[in-house]
T-cell receptor, first 113, second 114 residues
């Protein structure tokens, strides 16, 4: 069966520090991968998606970047965190078809202080 | 991206049905209608999806209008565990169409009263 791992669960980082969140998927190949962010009390905002290794599409201009070094690995990074980067970050995967469901990780709650 | 419109919130009594409407008047012929729900402090969870015909699964039913410009998610007997934000999303059928991405709107917050 397929599983998605996302870590860490919680993170407190000072302003200006770097960030690296990792997401890995097991049990499938060539998935679509997604990074979302949810600010407190708000909806889910799609940040990045990837349809293959090294292929990253950004949805909104921001202080973050994403990379996909391997087929089932998706990394969210920042060189210098801002207070506005605080939020609940979710990784998700789906098969590359619109009639399939997406599976979400447990999320990382990031607080920038 | 084709957009969806949902009411901000709905209330229901426990063990009664809940009908959650969604308008998607700009839906294209190949877009699937997906529903997800998000419980507090958790990631979204898939509920159901459909293209043209009504769909049933163990969680809910999805009724799709004949012109596909609206749909309704039906929770047959609401329980306290069904209290969540429910999202109606249109998803392209082809991967080349921007990665079949799921773009979430505001959703409907469902409150279930005991």
């Amino acid at each position: 069966s397929q599983t998605i791992h996302q870590w860490p669960a919680t993170l407190v980082q000072p302003v200006g520090s770097p960030l690296s969140l990792e997401c890995t998927v097991e049990g499938t190949s060539n998935p679509n991968l997604y990074w979302y962010r949810q600010a407190a009390g708000r909806g889910l905002q799609l940040l990045f998606y990837s349809v293959g290794i090294g292929q990253i599409s950004s949805e909104v201009p921001q202080n973050l970047s994403a990379s996909r070094p391997q087929d089932r690995q998706f990394i969210l990074s920042s060189k210098k965190l801002l207070l506005s980067d605080s939020g609940f970050y979710l990784c998700a995967w789906s098969a590359p078809r619109g009639d399939t469901e997406a599976f979400f990780g447990q999320g990382t709650r990031l607080t920038v202080v | 991206d084709a957009k969806t419109t949902q009411p901000n919130s709905m209330e229901s009594n426990e063990e009664e049905p809940v009908h959650l409407p969604c308008n998607h008047s700009t839906i294209s012929g190949t877009d699937y209608i997906h529903w997800y729900r998000q419980l507090p402090s958790q990631g979204p969870e898939y509920v159901i999806h459909g293209l043209t015909s009504n769909v049933n699964n163990r969680m809910a039913s999805l009724a799709i209008a004949e012109d596909r410009k609206s749909s309704t998610l039906i929770l047959h007997r609401a329980t306290l565990r069904d209290a969540a934000v429910y999202y109606c999303i249109l998803r392209a059928s082809l991967r080349e169409a921007a990665g079949n991405k799921l773009t979430f709107g505001g959703g409907t917050r469902v409150l279930v009263k005991p």
